[in-house]
């Protein structure tokens, strides 16, 4: 169905040899790789009171919340000095740069999912909005709220805040599930029929809302709920 508008020690030696970041990049590459695995690898050690892992983790949880973390917004993590944060901060702007140069057009399900999936990873639910324009070109992918989503704590400004910012023609909405279910729960519904009368008002059209996990994701608009 297709979409029409309107220096310390470090922690992989607590894994499997074959699980740890190296290893694993080494065998499968580095789209194998979650977000944490691949920050691991960027950080390259702990220290003698954080080991990687956890470093990693604390650095992922901020780039959701604010994906254009600056090398000195990192070196506040404990585990973090200069030369760590600035190599960051320089391939988090290589990654960007090259993804401004590639468009990215979305005209199933299949493609959001393609372009979430590595959110899949995380503990918690992340509610991501992607904002779309007029020729159903990605223009930003964002986190808006992270937690347990329900229709008393997902308000329709967190969603929208960047569409209207970025003036975008249309958005779809996703969200985790951490459990692996991707069977919409019945807040999801009420959740989507909320932002969905909010675009309206918006101008702004919802085209999707998608659960997701690590290998499959349910589709309101696939199965007729949108």
Known sequence: MSYIFESGHSSFKETRPEDRPREKIARLGA????????????????T????????????????????????????????LGRAKASAIDAALELGRRRVQHR???????????????????????HLIVVLLNGAHEVMETIV???????????HPREVFADAI?????AVVIAHNHPSGNVEP????????IR?????????????????????RYFSFLEHGLL
Do not use: C, W
């Not at 910012?165 to 023609?169: K, L």
């Not at 729960?185 to 989507?192: A, C, G, I, P, R």
């Not at 932002?195 to 997701?212: H, M, P, T």
């Open 31 to 46: 789209k194998a790789l979650t977000d944490k695995e691949l920050l691991m690898l960027l950080i390259g050690s702990g």
């Open 48 to 79: 003698s009171n954080r080991d990687v892992e956890e470093v990693a983790s604390e650095l992922l949880s901020h780039l959701d919340r604010n994906n254009m973390l600056t090398a000195e917004e990192m070196m506040h993590i404990q585990g």
């Open 103 to 125: 468009q990215r057009i979305i005209s199933s399900p299949g493609d959001v999912y393609r372009e979430i999936q590595h959110y899949s990873s995380r503990e918690q639910e």
């Open 144 to 154: 808006a709220t992270i937690g347990l989503l329900n229709r008393t704590i997902v």
């Open 165 to 169: 910012r970025n003036r975008a023609a």
């Open 185 to 192: 729960s019945e807040d999801d519904k009420q959740v989507t």
């Open 195 to 215: 932002l969905q009368k909010a675009g309206e008002i918006l101008g702004i059209k919802v085209l999707d809302n998608i659960v997701f996990s690590e290998d």
